[in-house]
Nanobody
Framework: QVRLVESGGGLVQPGGSLRLSCAAS????????MAWYRQAPGKQRDWVAS???????NYAESVKGRFTISRDNAKNTVDLQMNSLKYEDTAVYYC?????????????WGQGTQVTVSS
């Protein structure tokens, strides 16, 4: 059973930093593409950053230069370091993993962690 558990959310002032972490279990983490998404109130869920098994990273334009995604294959974790936070970064942040079973791909999601940027 695949399980993704996020942690690290909270309340932070504009310009501050937070580090989110996602602990994965039930899959072969080292070969699993991972990503972070976010969903603001009343809006669709948007992609934030991704890191495939090879380690190269990609970012949404809105977070490029401020957020850093990283993975630790020994610990089965993927982190999102968020710096220079803005009001518009307020959202529920979700960890995502792409699993493969008998050639079919599946999306797995964590339960989400709230990030609130407010003064």
């Amino acid at each position: 059973q695949v399980r993704l558990v996020e942690s690290g959310g909270g309340l932070v002032q504009p310009g501050g930093s937070l580090r989110l972490s996602c602990a994965a279990s039930g899959l072969i983490f080292s070969i699993t593409p991972m990503a972070w998404y976010r969903q603001a109130p009343g809006k669709q869920r948007d992609w934030v950053a991704s890191i495939p098994s090879g380690g190269s990273t990609n970012y949404a334009e809105s977070v490029k230069g401020r957020f850093t995604i990283s993975r630790d294959n020994a610990k089965n974790t993927v982190d999102l370091q968020m710096n220079s936070l803005k009001y518009e970064d307020t959202a529920v942040y979700y960890c995502w993993a792409e699993g493969t079973l008998f050639g079919a791909k599946y999306d797995y999601w964590g339960q989400g962690t709230q990030v609130t940027v407010s003064s």
